[in-house]
């Protein structure tokens, strides 16, 4: 027998023999998967089996089988398939995001299989491939708090920042868990720590519309006006995205209702241009400026007449704003004339106002 064909029987018996440990411990015989393994395992060394099943990937997904025990919660399968010897370092193969078992596990929540991971030697704060996400970042982004608490009592840094620039509290404030936003800032991570887009967890709450983070983050001391990288304040986000609550909790804290992004937008603007009339209406009782201009001169009308938002305009003329403002030539209803034609709605709502 050539040295290839001796390769080639060696693997297939490597596999088969592998392979009825497996299927043992799958189908509910663990004590006989595991005398076997016992009794094997000089065999097994010798055919270089202490990669730990990992041949038996599946080819779509590049998951071991460690991994599917380990997102799948499967405490017995996992320690009986890491006992085989398998690397709890391995990360999937033919995916952008190399994740490992612990990623897996910690992102479905599964803490005492995050607890056998540890232990036999998982790296903590591993990265995946692309994103560069830990563990950490994905218990908090599915909102697992259990999880969270015991990343971080075995170590796990709270502020490593993902390609983004984000951390787990970017993840936790985005998806709206507070519980999570709540552990994560007891054990000391950065409240206004910004993304590479100078984005804070209190902006994702907003742009979220998840109030009750909101709430938490300004009860911890967040900066509520800090802009990102457009000039957008918190009160700018959550108006835009027709965010009441939110909206309500920063004017109530005190946010700067008439700030302005680097364009010259107030969160008036933005209401008005998405038609959020309830939140217009609370920015104008709260004494927003109604004719305040952007950078090209427009007023909220402005928006309003462009995006056909009946009501917000109807709102906005009821409570004085300039219909007579011409910027280069041309008002709010020639806007509306140009945009939605002369006998549109829009167009015959502000006929009915001076022009």
Not at 41 to 48: A, D, F, Y
Not at 59 to 67: I, V
Not at 224 to 243: I, T, V
Not at 309 to 322: F, H, P, S
Request: aromatic share 6%.
């Amino acid at each position: 027998m050539n040295s290839a064909s001796s390769a080639s029987s060696a693997e297939e018996k490597e596999d088969t023999f592998s392979l009825v440990i497996f299927l043992l411990g799958s189908v509910g015989y663990e004590e006989e998967a595991d005398t076997l393994a016992r009794l094997s395992t000089r065999i097994l060394k010798n055919w270089q089996v202490v990669e730990g099943i990992s041949r038996f990937q599946f080819p779509k997904t590049g998951k071991t089988r460690l991994m599917y025990a380990a997102k799948t919660g499967n405490l017995k399968r996992l320690n009986f398939i890491a006992d085989l010897g398998a690397r709890v370092n391995m990360t999937t193969i033919g995916s952008l995001m190399k994740m490992t078992a612990l990623h897996l596990a910690s992102k479905y929540g599964h803490t005492e299989c995050v607890r056998s991971l540890l232990d036999r030697g998982a790296m903590i704060d591993a990265l995946d491939g692309y994103f560069k996400i830990t563990p950490l970042h994905l218990a908090s982004e599915y909102g697992h708090t259990d999880c969270i608490r015991f990343l971080l009592d075995r170590g796990a840094t709270v502020d490593l920042r993902d390609i983004d620039g984000a951390t787990a509290l970017h993840n936790a404030s985005e998806n709206g868990h507070t519980d999570c936003v709540r552990v994560l800032l007891d054990r000391g991570a950065m409240i206004d720590a910004e993304t590479k887009y100078r984005g804070t967890a209190l902006h994702l709450a907003n742009e979220n519309g998840h109030t009750e983070c909101v709430r938490s983050l300004l009860d911890r001391g967040a900066m509520m006006d800090a802009p990102n990288w457009k000039g957008q304040r918190s009160l700018h986000l959550a108006s835009l995205k027709g965010h009441t609550e939110c909206v309500r909790s920063l004017l109530d804290r005190g946010a700067m209702i008439d700030a302005q992004t680097w364009g010259g937008l107030t969160a008036l603007h933005h209401a008005c241009c998405r038609g959020h009339l309830d939140i217009a209406r609370l920015l104008c009782e709260k004494g927003a400026q109604i004719d305040l201009q952007d950078k090209h001169g427009w007023t909220a009308l402005y928006f309003a007449s462009h995006s056909n938002e009946i009501d917000t305009a109807r709102y906005l003329c009821e409570q004085g704003v300039n219909t007579l403002l011409s910027v280069h030539g041309i008002t709010p209803h020639s806007c509306a004339c140009n945009r939605h034609g002369y006998d549109s709605p829009m167009a015959l709502l502000l006929e009915s106002y001076p022009h």
